[in-house]
Nanobody
Framework: QVQLVESGGGLVQAGGSLRLSCAAS????????MGWFRQARGKEREFVAT????????YYTDSVKGRFTISRDNAKNMVYLQMNSLKPEDTAVYYC????????????????WGQGTQVTVSS
């Protein structure tokens, strides 16, 4: 079972940028499909982005397309989420997650989760 630790969250003004990082350990990182999810206060956790094992395939939820970029470095066991043009509605706790097999936006298919990192976007 892979362990995941997120970092890079913080407070940023609308229009600004943040880069989230997720460090993986305890597994063969290149075997995992990786995803980012987020949960705003009072709302259910939602899918943000996913990336295939090699990094060639990515998929995003519509609300972040063109603003967020997911990437991974298999040599460093890291996955990243570059967030640009941030909006107040992006405020949430962001979670990194891992799964085997194909990419997916379904939360229930991810078996390993980090503890989350808070992103707050002020207007």
């Amino acid at each position: 079972q892979v362990q995941l630790v997120e970092s890079g969250g913080g407070l940023v003004q609308a229009g600004g940028s943040l880069r989230l990082s997720c460090a993986a350990s305890g597994g063969t990182f290149s075997s995992y499909v990786m995803g980012w999810f987020r949960q705003a206060r009072g709302k259910e956790r939602e899918f943000v982005a996913t990336i295939g094992r090699s990094g060639r395939y990515t998929y995003y939820t519509d609300s972040v397309k063109g603003r967020f970029t997911i990437s991974r470095d298999n040599a460093k066991n890291m996955v990243y989420l570059q967030m640009n043009s941030l909006k107040p509605e992006d405020t949430a706790v962001y979670y990194c997650a891992a799964k085997y097999s194909g990419t997916s936006s379904r939360e229930g298919e991810y078996g390993s989760w980090g503890q989350g990192t808070q992103v707050t976007v002020s207007s």
